[in-house]
């Protein structure tokens, strides 16, 4: 028997470091059948991307490529000889670099993403026989302003404040002839989205195909100047994208036996790659519409997309630039707080758990880089972990030691207009988790500097912060602990009673915050257990039990909007990162994501969203959400590192060495022999192991001089090595260690020396235990569930909506004064790039009946269909119409609600209330629902933004008394469904605007932009 045997074999001479090669990356290739339409992504570390479909033109209203904020184009679209080349035809291949179609005759379009910084696209056209080809772009926008320089067209547009310049280049030598009629322009025309003159930006060449390159900027100029410098060399941003893939692929270089988890592993390097910004100092939340930064997501991120990885100074980018944005003001409640989501200028603090998060990226930062001269900066007076305690414990915490927060301030979120959909107010079980944490660490980032812990400042308010954990543990065992051996309560209430709803929060208190269940026996194994049984499928981790009637089993569903099945049963991506962790095991949801990362969804990548239970007929849950997330993507990464590896770094209280680590390693046994690059703070380490029926050998590398030695704790804690409960290695001279354990299945054998104490012959489990699908929580729909039920007020049909009667009477048809949707007289638009001039100005308003209906027709000067609701025909525009309908037998009302802050006339006051936004809801004058319509297809859109006009009828039954007795009062404002979909309500028009807030408005003000009152006969 041989246990723990070293070897000091050196390295044969002149040997490479292990790499992928640039090869690799078209064996990446994911193959994409005729017919299935899969959306993808395309993006850098600038501030651009495309998003796109495999099988049709802009299936999803979000698809088109961005530049930041602003949409430049929608999609494009290729003819031949006249003839659509359609997608949905085509076999697809998506490289990493490029996305190749392919349709018979030998017809081959490629789109290649050009440079990893500046993100220009070239459409390339090869292998087709002599032909005319036409090549669209649709717009978004109309442009300003054409100007054409023979090889390049250039449009100017103009969005809020900000204007941009975009256009084609022919990379092949092509001069663009003057636009031409042809029959696949007359074709297109109805579906473009910018048209002038009968003309659209296109290029037309005739011959063997064509070569195309989408350029960006913000002048003329500059544009002209990136134009020269990719025709200088054309291949040269094509290159710059490999090497910078490569690069990201071979960082934390990842092989094992297993070519499937190779190509998963690196697919997953590269999507996340892809969500970087600004230069790599902004990590995006996700692809399409989560294009800006939030705090909570970005530093549950940190560790997967940077510290595992090794990419220290774009983890420290992201602390400074939240450090800038943190809330200085200690007047504010929100004292000492880092943004919940920076976008575009606009900043909001409501969250309670992203400045512990950010905290913990601080500690973990120093720990991984060695770089702990940002602890010293963040602990000084006016330092970022400084401000973020003191507000926390001056404004947030409770006489019991809580931390208090709002409904909506945890990471379930999602509010509707009736408030948040999952509410967790005010104490969630993760949030004390989170404080527990910050609390510990902060206390241990002072304790690093002798000169701190002595200070007769920093000195007390470390003892305070000390004093303030155990506060918390005490209060937190007395109250989340539930007595029903179901492990943890979600939250506490307002009024102090838990909520028994079974979420898998309670994870977190063992991932983030262990030491606060001490002293309770078994807990642990209670809190795994419940999270296991009650919300682990084998594709990974609900929000909510299946077994609770508020349970939603699917994200889409035509009886509620998106938002309230969001934190309300879907599974969570990201949230199969804390199971793993906390319950060492999960392999088959891993292997279930390395399935969607090469075959289901936006290929490469991993969603923000599944639906929690496979819709009827279908074998797995449908994506949703975001199609690339970064959570999802950087938890993937995290568990691989850190859980399955076991690699940590020693906490700072535990060594005080420069460089220490532990690697408790729990194996899948899929991988087989494996190579793995560590980077240990500033020396790449080499990690492999040979796995044999009896034998395991692990051997490590130094791939740089080493500064200092580095010391491994293997098996067990550093803590627990001196007496005797692992092993260490040490790296000193860069001479490779091997060790050698003798293996009986699961198990490995090393002998543990500890000290002056015997050497002992300890076991380790050093592989996952053996799971099916069949272990974990398996899809059922109760009866009962309140999501599925139909409302008990009416439920309009299509058909009811859309009826018509030219010949109908006529009660309104009158005009209101186009120009006057500004409120009072000082109301500005949104500046977001979508609301329009026009979307909130009422023009015309004819309202006509029969004996069985009522027909509305609101005319508008200008409507927008982003398309992110196609269902609904128009978006961003709300309307109410209120109706005295003259009944003498009613209360009428006077407040017009649904966030409107508008008081009718007396004359007005209504007893009948049509809301018209994302759906159609008709209530009384006391705020009943008597009927509703909730669009689920594009059949009956209740919008048509071509035409500028809103319209529907309403059966009479419930619109009492008749029509010539009506007063009727039409009030407009920009709609908000808060994110989620559904009817929502008005928009609030503050003092000054942003991107998703009116201007000119304020306390007091109604969110009304314009009205017309119609004072019946």
Same mark, same amino acid.
């Given at each position: ?57 802009? !299936? ?33 291949? @998506? ?240 004292? !000492? ?25 601080? @500690? ?26 003191? !507000? ?193 095991? !999960? ?261 006509? @009946? ?168």
């Amino acid at each position: 028997m041989f246990i723990g045997l070293l070897s000091m074999n050196a390295t044969p001479a002149g040997a490479k470091p292990p790499a992928y090669p640039d090869a690799c990356l078209d064996t990446l290739a994911l193959e994409i059948a005729p017919g299935e339409n899969r959306p993808y992504v395309h993006s850098g570390y600038g501030n651009a991307f495309f998003y796109g479909s495999t099988g049709t033109e802009a !299936g999803d209203g979000h698809m088109g490529f961005y530049a930041g904020e602003p949409k430049l184009f929608r999609d494009f679209q290729v003819f031949a000889d006249g003839r659509r080349l359609d997608r949905a035809q085509a076999r697809v291949t @998506y490289y990493p670099d490029r996305l190749a179609v392919a349709w018979d005759g030998g017809v081959r379009l490629e789109i290649i993403p050009l440079y990893p910084d500046r993100h220009y696209l070239r459409f390339r056209l090869t292998g087709a026989p002599p032909s005319v080809f036409d090549f669209f772009l649709t717009l978004e926008q109309p442009e300003e302003k054409t100007e054409m320089r023979g090889d390049l067209i250039s449009v100017r547009t103009v969005r809020a404040q900000d204007t941009l310049w975009y256009g084609l280049a022919a990379a092949d030598g092509f001069a663009f002839p003057p636009h031409e009629e042809s029959a696949a322009s007359e074709a297109l025309q109805p579906y473009l989205a910018m048209v002038r003159n009968g003309e659209a930006l296109r290029g037309r060449v005739a011959g063997d195909g064509f070569d195309l390159v989408f350029l960006y900027a913000l002048t003329r100029e500059a544009m002209t100047t990136a134009w020269d410098a990719v025709k200088a060399d054309p291949e040269a941003g094509r290159r710059s994208r490999r090497a910078w893939l490569l690069e990201e692929i071979n960082r934390a270089y990842f092989h094992c036996a297993n070519e499937e988890i190779n190509r998963a592993v690196n697919w997953v390097k590269i999507s996340l790659a892809q969500l970087w910004a600004e230069d790599e100092t902004a990590l995006w939340a996700g692809y399409p519409w989560f294009n800006d930064c939030w705090g909570r997501d970005t530093f549950i991120s940190l560790a997967g997309a940077c510290l595992v990885q090794g990419k220290f100074a774009q983890a420290k980018a992201l602390l400074e630039r939240f450090a800038k944005w943190q809330n200085r003001d200690p007047a504010s409640p929100d004292y !000492g707080r880092i943004p919940n989501r920076a976008r575009f200028g606009d900043i909001g603090y409501n969250t309670a758990d992203g400045t512990p998060w950010f905290v913990r990226g601080v @500690y973990d930062y120093g720990l991984y880089s060695g770089d702990f001269a940002l602890w010293r900066d963040y602990l000084a007076d006016s330092g970022a972990v400084r401000i973020a305690m003191d !507000g926390t414990l001056q404004h947030h915490t409770d006489s019991l030691g809580f931390l208090v927060h709002g409904e909506a301030e945890t990471w379930m979120d999602a509010v509707g207009v009736d408030g948040p959909w999952s509410p967790r107010g005010d104490r969630a079980v993760e949030i004390q988790a989170l404080l527990r944490d910050q609390l510990l660490r902060t206390g241990e980032m002072a304790w690093h500097f002798p000169e701190l812990r002595q200070s007769p400042e920093v000195s007390p308010l470390s003892q305070h912060w000390q004093k303030a954990a155990g506060r918390l543990q005490a209060s937190f065992h007395k109250y989340f602990i539930r007595p029903d051996g179901l492990g943890l309560y979600d939250h506490l209430n307002r009024d102090g009673t838990p909520d028994s709803q079974i979420r898998p929060n309670q994870l977190f208190a063992l991932t983030i915050a262990p030491s606060l269940l001490t002293g309770e026996e078994g807990l642990r194994e209670r809190i795994i257990a419940t999270v296991r049984d009650s919300l682990v499928y084998p594709w990974g981790v609900a929000s909510l039990a299946q077994t609770d009637r508020e349970f939603h089993p699917y994200h889409q569903y035509p009886l509620y909007p998106r938002d309230a099945a969001y934190h309300n049963g879907v599974v969570w991506t990201w949230l199969s990162g804390p199971y793993k962790n906390a319950a060492k095991s !999960g392999w088959v949801i891993t292997k279930s994501e390395m399935d969607q990362v090469l075959r289901r969804g936006a290929p490469g990548t991993l969603p923000e969203l599944l639906d929690a239970v496979p819709k009827a007929g279908e074998a797995f849950p449908r994506p949703a959400g975001t199609v690339s997330q970064a959570w999802s993507l950087a938890e993937f990464l995290r568990a691989w590192y850190q859980d399955y590896l076991g690699l940590q770094p020693v906490r700072a209280t535990a060594v005080k060495t420069a460089n220490a680590w532990e690697l408790i390693p729990v194996l899948p046994r899929d991988w087989g022999d494996f190579q793995v690059r560590l980077q240990l703070r500033d020396t790449p380490v080499l990690f492999s192991a040979a796995i044999q029926d009896d034998s395991v050998r692990f051997r490590f590398q130094s791939e740089a001089p080493l500064s200092a030695p580095i010391r491994l704790a293997l098996f067990a804690p550093w803590s627990h090595v001196g007496v005797g409960e692992g092993m260490e290695i040490v790296l000193s001279d860069g001479s490779p260690e091997e060790v050698t354990f003798p293996r009986e299945g699961d198990w490995i054998e090393y002998v543990s020396p500890a000290g002056n104490l015997p050497a002992r012959t300890l076991r380790y489990r050093l592989f996952l235990p053996e799971e099916s699908p069949d272990d974990y929580l398996q899809p059922q729909i109760a009866a009962d569930l309140k999501a599925l039920q139909p409302p008990a007020h009416w439920l309009l049909t299509g058909p009811e909506i859309k009826a018509e009667n030219s010949h109908a009477t006529v009660l309104v048809d009158a005009d209101d004064p186009a120009g006057d949707d500004t409120g009072d007289g000082g109301y500005t638009y949104p500046t977001g790039p979508h609301f329009r001039p026009g979307i909130l100005d009422l023009t015309h308003v004819r309202v006509t @009946y029969d004996s069985t209906s009522v027909y509305f027709r609101l005319a508008f000067r200008d409507l927008v269909q982003p398309g992110w609701r196609p269902e609904y025909g128009f978006q961003l525009t709300f309307a109410t119409i209120a109706i005295n309908t003259g009944c003498t037998d009613v209360i009428h009302r006077e407040a017009v609600g649904r966030n409107s802050g508008w008081t009718l006339p007396r004359e007005y006051a209504a007893d009948r209330f049509v809301h018209v936004g994302g759906g159609l809801r008709v209530e009384n004058e006391n705020g009943d629902v008597l009927a509703e319509f909730i669009p689920s297809g594009t059949e009956f859109p209740l919008g048509d933004a071509a035409h500028k006009e809103v319209s529907f009828a309403l059966p009479r039954d419930l619109l009492p008394c008749p029509p010539e007795m009506w007063r009727l009062a039409v009030l407009v404002g920009a709609q908000d469904d808060h994110g989620g979909g559904g009817l929502g309500e008005f928009r609030e028009v503050a003092e000054k605007a942003g991107s998703w807030t009116g201007g000119g408005g304020g306390p007091g003000k109604p969110n009304v932009y314009d009205w017309f009152y119609h004072p019946g006969k």
